[in-house]
Structure formats: structure tokens, C-alpha cells
């Protein structure tokens, strides 16, 4: 089969590899359609997760179904399924824990594309079946379910790592993808006031769109002081942080009032500490929860999930700024997620 690759740190192409082998309680699916993902650009042009050789990109996807294993209950060759980025092994320790993303090991819940061949593939190996696919609505569309297997999951672990409550007002740091499904995802949850951080013309639209009621410019200026002049001085009750570096995660700290809740989601890619502004954590003492997540992957978050996009709740169709349709187009779409034009959110590359 032919894939999309990281050749090494910096390096991208096509290769030809071994079909993947289905084992007993595993899928093979044939892609319908898969989506670049900003860890995809962190993992191949910033070595984020240390160096690869030939491994096939890509964690976002939805398919086909071409082969399951002997011990597979649920599922059958041709169910169109959804995929999740991260698909635990179920049984472990670590899963039985209630943490079933870090499975094998802190963050080793993320397999695709980082511990084993990705997406962007003609053949995607798909561990523990019955536990990590879920069928795909009929009436969704390939584009649409893509967003599904990080983005809307991503962003709404963003709001319950925040423990959004009817009523809050919530700082979403970031409006990619992520963090608009954040803004969605609050929005749901019943916050009164939405302050999204960003500034790109489409981004802005998108999250106003999702629920945002004010905005702030990073760019104009600290945005705790942004956010504490609108609120006189009170700060926010919740935080998500789903854009930004190390520096950015203080602005979360001292954004928020005593006694709030800051959801990380972002990846912090650089630097070897992440900084507690002392003073405004209260000097150790201001009840002001952090929590970082990898978001949970599998079946059953995949199903639910998805009922919110069939039943009208949330629409994802904003996300996909860009589709493409062929293979032959995966590295344009990926070359543009790294250098993301003023207009991109999210790259789609359907496979006709
Ligand atoms: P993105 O790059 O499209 O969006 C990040 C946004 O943050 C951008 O719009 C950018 O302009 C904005 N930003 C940059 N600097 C900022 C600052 N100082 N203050 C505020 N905003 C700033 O990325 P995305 O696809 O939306 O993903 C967001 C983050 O989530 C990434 O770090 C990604 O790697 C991470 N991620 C985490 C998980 C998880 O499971 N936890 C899954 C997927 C992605
Ligand atoms: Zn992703």
C-alpha cells in the first residue's frame, strides 16, 4: 500500500509499505476521507515527539471497513466508520483507571502517527475494534465525520478539563479548530459569557458563530489585562487554553478568578518549564484548578459525539475551510496547515 510519510524530522513523501496485518480483534479500513491535524505539523516539521523514519502521517479520518478480525463483534467489511484519534487498548490498567488515553503509557493512547502508521494511507490498521471505531451516521457526510476524531473531542475535553457550569463565564485562549469547538462546546454547556482570543477575520466569524461574545487580540497587548478590564477586574470563572506558547498559559492563571478551572488542551511546545504566575495563584492558595488533557478517545465518545452533529446541535461544517478531493492532494493540504493562510481553519482531503 502507498502512504503519506514522515521520511524524518523535516522530511515528507510518499513511500510504499507492507500491507497492515488485521489481528483478531482488529479492523482494516479503507479511508473515505481524512483531515491534516496542527500536530501533524508538529510532529513532522517540529520533531515534536522526537525523530520518526517512514512513518505514515496523518490521525484524522473516517472509512470503509475492508477486513475485521476473527474475535470482532460489532463491526462488518463495508460499515462506514468513524475514527478516533486516539484508540486505547481497553484493557488496561490505565483505561480501567478512567485515563484510557494514556494507555501503554503517558500519552501512548495517541497511536496513529506516533507509535504506529497514521491515516494518510490507503490501509489503516485499526487496534481493538468493537472499542475504538463507531458506525457513521448515515446521513453524515466523510468531511463533516473527520472532524469528529480530534477537533470536536479536543475541544470539548478543552471544556470538561474546565468543568464549564451553566452560567460561567469562560476565556477560550486560542480559535483554531480546537478552541472553536471549545467556544461550541461551552456554549452547550450553558456559559453566559464566551470571551474568545484570536484575530483572523474567518476565525472570528466561525466563533461568533459558536457562541463567542466578546473577543480579545493577543496582539494588542497581555491578554489577562485585556480580559480583567472587561470583567472590572474580576477575571473569568473558567479558562481553556487551546492556542498559545508557555508565556500564554500565565495569561490563563491570572485571567482567572479564585476558585476557577483552567482546561489545557494546547500542546506546549516548547520550553522546559510552564511558569505559575505566584502571586495571582493566589500564593499557592487561590483554588484556582489546572488540568491538562490529551482528549479521550474510542468508541463511545465517538458515538455520542457524533448524535450532536445528526441531531443538529453542532454544526462542523465551519471547520472545513478547505476540500480537496484526491489523494494527490494530501501534501498540499498538509504544507498548508503549516503555513496557514489567513483563510485556512481546517484542510479536508476527501478520497473519491
Ligand atoms: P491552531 O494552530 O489552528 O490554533 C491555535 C490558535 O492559537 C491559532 O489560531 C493561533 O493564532 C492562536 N494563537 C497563537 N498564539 C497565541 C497567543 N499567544 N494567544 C492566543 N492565541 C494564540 O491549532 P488547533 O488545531 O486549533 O490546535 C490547538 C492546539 O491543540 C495545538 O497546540 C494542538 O497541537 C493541540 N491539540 C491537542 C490535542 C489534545 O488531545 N489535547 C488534540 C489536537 C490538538
Ligand atoms: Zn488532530
Redesign the pocket.
Known amino acids: 500500500m502507498k502512504g503519506y510519510a514522515m521520511l524524518k524530522i523535516g522530511e515528507s513523501g510518499w513511500i510504499e509499505k507492507e500491507n497492515p496485518v488485521c489481528g483478531p480483534a482488529d479492523a482494516i479500513v479503507k479511508p473515505l476521507a481524512v483531515s491534516i491535524?496542527?500536530?501533524d505539523v508538529?510532529t513532522l516539521w517540529e520533531g515534536a515527539i522526537g525523530e520518526r523514519h517512514n512513518m505514515i502521517l496523518g490521525h484524522e479520518g473516517c472509512g470503509e471497513i475492508v477486513e475485521v478480525g476473527e474475535l470482532v463483534k460489532d463491526f462488518k467489511p463495508g460499515d462506514r466508520v468513524l475514527i478516533p484519534a486516539i484508540t486505547p487498548d481497553w484493557n488496561s490498567l490505565e483505561a480501567q483507571a478512567g485515563y484510557s488515553m494514556h494507555s501503554g503509557g503517558m500519552l501512548a493512547g495517541w497511536k496513529f502517527s506516533n507509535f504506529k502508521d497514521g491515516v494518510f494511507s490507503e490501509l489503516i490498521h485499526v487496534n481493538d475494534a468493537d472499542g475504538n471505531l463507531a458506525l457513521m451516521p448515515a446521513d453524515m457526510s466523510p468531511v463533516d465525520a473527520c472532524m469528529l476524531s480530534?477537533m470536536v473531542t479536543?475541544g470539548f475535553?478543552g471544556v470538561e478539563l474546565a468543568d464549564v457550569q451553566f452560567g460561567d463565564s469562560v476565556l477560550v485562549?486560542?480559535?483554531?479548530?480546537?478552541?472553536l469547538m471549545s467556544v461550541a462546546g461551552a456554549n452547550l454547556r450553558g456559559a453566559s459569557r464566551i470571551i474568545a482570543?484570536?484575530t483572523?477575520p474567518k476565525?472570528v466569524e466561525a466563533a461568533r458563530g459558536y457562541g463567542a461574545t466578546d473577543f480579545v487580540s493577543?496582539k494588542d497587548g497581555p491578554?489577562a489585562d485585556q480580559v480583567l478590564a472587561m470583567t472590572n477586574g474580576e477575571g473569568v470563572d473558567r479558562v481553556i487554553v487551546?492556542?498559545?506558547?508557555c508565556d500564554?498559559f500565565q495569561d490563563a492563571v491570572k485571567a482567572l478568578k479564585a476558585g476557577g478551572k483552567i482546561g489545557n488542551?494546547?500542546?506546549l511546545g516548547d520550553g522546559e518549564f510552564v511558569t505559575i504566575p505566584r502571586v495571582e495563584w493566589g500564593v499557592g492558595m487561590g483554588h484556582k484548578d489546572i488540568r491538562g488533557?490529551?482528549?479521550p478517545g474510542g468508541r463511545l465518545r465517538m458515538e455520542k459525539l457524533a448524535t450532536l452533529i445528526s441531531s443538529g446541535r453542532l454544526d462542523v461544517s465551519p471547520l472545513a475551510s478547505h476540500v480537496f478531493h484526491g489523494w494527490e492532494h494530501i501534501e498540499e493540504a498538509l504544507f498548508m496547515m503549516r503555513d496557514k493562510p489567513a483563510d485556512l481553519i481546517k484542510p479536508v482531503v476527501v478520497i473519491d
Not at 485562549?173 to 478552541?179: D, E, H, L, S, Y
Not at 487551546?242 to 506558547?245: N, Q, V
Open positions: 491535524c496542527t500536530s508538529h480530534d479536543t475535553h485562549i486560542g480559535i483554531g479548530p480546537v478552541g482570543v484570536g483572523r476565525c493577543y491578554i487551546a492556542g498559545g506558547g500564554t488542551v494546547n500542546y488533557g490529551l482528549t
